[in-house]
């Protein structure tokens, strides 16, 4: 298959056996992951566990101390002039003179590229015109993300890395700006992004790779990471009469099981699901307010890491 930039495919981005130590300290334990053009790979994983120093390493900010980054067959240590020509990276508030406009800091950031994408239309595409003549430090947080993603865009990269994107911004801003990203990819741009969000994951990413102290525990799409959580049915409900611990304890496929406050909550397969109706109605017990769900990405997030999201 050809890409829009016309090489032919193999993992746009590598990541291999990537260590990075502070002090020490590793930080980031043995990372390998590979992204192919057109994905939205994600990045998941719980506070501090290495995700902004792994995409460092994959942006050219930080120098791996052991292992191999390639982005289109670049060293990104190594070869950051070419880089920044196919790779757009999201600035940091900081970065930004808050004394400048919209118009000022797209004019001014399309000049540091050889040929940059006339930022107009791109500024029309994501919701920009109205504010031009704004001042950064005036714009509301969702305004800051979309020029944000524009300026990551103006130099018509091959792949952009947001990194915690939407933190920060209300429900309708961050919907919003997974439908810009959505469109970004749409564009032939590959989309690396590190985020907290199990929603913002398992609705854009096509697949994710958890990582959690320094290491990948799981790669897969979030349906895959889902469906191999310990249960990927969860069923509750409140029995007309008590139901015997050790006949649920049996059930096929069962997870977990756990009673409190009279409602019962299996974690379990359609199978459990199945066996656990023809036990209740063998005992002629009613499950009141049966509620059956999938699990989620957090359940599975919660599976591979032990940790508690914020
Ligand atoms: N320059 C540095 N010097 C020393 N320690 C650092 C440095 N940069 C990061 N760390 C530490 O490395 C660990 C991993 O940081 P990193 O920012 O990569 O994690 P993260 O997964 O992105 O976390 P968060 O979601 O909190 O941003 C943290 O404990 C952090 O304090």
Redesign the pocket.
């Known amino acids: 298959m050809q890409t829009r930039h016309g090489s032919a495919t193999g993992p746009l981005i590598e990541v291999s056996g990537v260590r990075k130590s502070?002090?020490g300290r590793a930080?980031?334990d043995g990372v390998s992951f590979a992204v192919d053009e057109g994905e939205i790979f994600g990045i998941l994983?719980?506070?501090?566990?290495?995700?902004?120093?792994?995409v460092e390493c994959v942006e050219g900010l930080r120098r791996p101390d052991e292992g191999r980054v390639r982005v289109a067959g670049l060293d990104p240590a190594r070869d950051r002039a070419q880089l920044t020509r196919i790779l757009g990276a999201q600035l940091q508030e900081s970065e930004i003179q808050p004394k400048l406009t919209v118009r000022e800091a797209l004019e001014l950031y399309s000049a540091f590229y050889p040929r940059p994408l006339d930022w107009r239309p791109l500024a029309e595409r994501l919701r920009l015109t109205e504010t031009l003549g704004t001042r950064f430090a005036k714009l509301s947080g969702g305004q800051k993300q979309r020029l944000f993603i524009a300026l990551a865009l103006l130099g018509d990269p091959r792949v952009v890395v947001l990194d915690?994107l939407t933190t920060g911004l209300d429900p309708r801003a961050r919907r919003d700006t997974w439908e810009l990203i959505e469109d970004v990819r749409a564009g032939g741009v590959t989309v690396l992004l590190?985020t907290?969000f199990m929603e913002e994951a398992q609705r854009l990413c096509d697949r994710v790779a958890v990582?959690d102290r320094g290491r990948v525990a799981a790669l897969d799409t979030p349906a895959g990471l889902i469906s191999r959580t310990a249960g990927s049915t969860v069923v509750s409900f409140t029995p007309s009469a008590p139901v015997d611990e050790h006949a649920l304890a049996v059930l096929p496929a069962l997870a977990s099981v756990e009673q409190r406050d009279g409602r019962v909550t299996l974690h379990g397969t359609d199978e459990t699901v199945d066996a656990l109706l023809t036990l209740l109605a063998r005992h002629h017990i009613t499950a009141h307010q049966l509620r059956v769900s999938d699990s989620t990405l957090d359940d599975a997030f919660l599976d591979l890491t032990g940790a508690r999201q914020p």
């Open positions: 502070y002090a930080v980031v994983g719980p506070n501090g566990a290495g995700k902004t120093t792994t915690e590190v907290h990582i």
